[in-house]
């Protein structure tokens, strides 16, 4: 079935380190992928999604790349910010199961001084 | 420009009680889902409707929650009988219902079942 898999439930780091939480999957088909982000006593929101011409997708300093051999799409950035500290959800959606979205099971992130 | 509203932002209910939370969805959008947020489980689907029908209703929820949606503009989600189980924030989201397009999500309910 399809899944997405996030392998530390808790991440914590120095600030000016750099951040990359992992995400993998398993469907069927070519899927999209996501990272959303939620901040405290927020909403979730958008932080990106991969592109269908395999362009690498970028928002706020995070970066993530789509590896189809790999099943992967985990979540990157050079340098975390104390304002980057948050709940990371991977998900992702393809056009053959309802268009639905299936999100993982989120990554805390805390970012330290 | 509207987002995701729910309502109430918090509600105390005592074990045993009938509570109904309610999601008005962006305008629009055809697919709207019901999550129950933990810090121990996650994310978890409790429903999940398509232009007002029901796709997917989760397994273990189907004994004590309903979901509903009347209208595209409205849904409801009742939890009957509450437990103290039940206590965690639940959110509401909706989307176009596209493959790659983004899902909105309300600020949720945070429930507290005593």
């Known amino acids: 079935g399809d899944s997405v898999t996030q392998t530390e439930g808790l991440v914590t780091l120095t600030e000016g380190l750099p951040v990359m939480l992992n995400c993998t999957y398993q469907?069927?088909?070519?899927?999209?992928l996501f990272w959303y982000v939620q901040h405290l006593n927020e909403a979730p929101k958008l932080l990106l999604k991969?592109?269908?011409?395999?362009k690498r997708p970028e928002h706020q300093g995070f970066h993530a790349t789509l590896h189809k051999s790999s099943s992967s799409f985990h979540l990157q950035k050079s340098s975390a910010q104390l304002s980057d500290s948050a709940l990371y959800y991977c998900?992702?959606?393809?056009?053959?199961?309802?268009?639905?979205?299936?999100f993982g099971d989120g990554t805390q992130l805390v970012v330290k001084p | 420009d509207a987002g995701v509203t729910q309502t109430p932002r918090h509600e105390v209910a005592e074990k045993g009680q009938t509570i109904i939370l309610k999601c008005e969805p962006v305008?629009?959008?055809?697919?709207l889902f019901w999550y129950r947020q933990t810090k121990i489980q996650g994310l978890e689907l409790l429903s999940y409707?398509?232009?007002?029908?029901?796709?997917?209703d989760g397994g273990a929820f189907k004994d004590r929650f309903k979901a509903e949606m009347l209208n595209s503009s409205f849904s409801t989600l009742k939890i009957q009988p509450t437990e103290p189980k039940d206590s965690a924030v639940y959110l509401c989201?909706?989307?176009?219902?596209?493959?790659?397009?983004?899902?909105?999500f309300g600020k949720g309910t945070r429930l507290t079942v005593v």
């Open positions: 469907s069927t088909y070519s899927p999209f």
């Open positions: 998900a992702l959606s393809y056009p053959y199961s309802n268009n639905r979205i299936f």
């Open positions: 305008s629009g959008h055809n697919d």
């Open positions: 991969s592109f269908t011409d395999n």
């Open positions: 989201a909706s989307s176009l219902g596209t493959a790659n397009t983004e899902v909105f």
């Open positions: 409707f398509r232009s007002k029908s029901l796709m997917e």
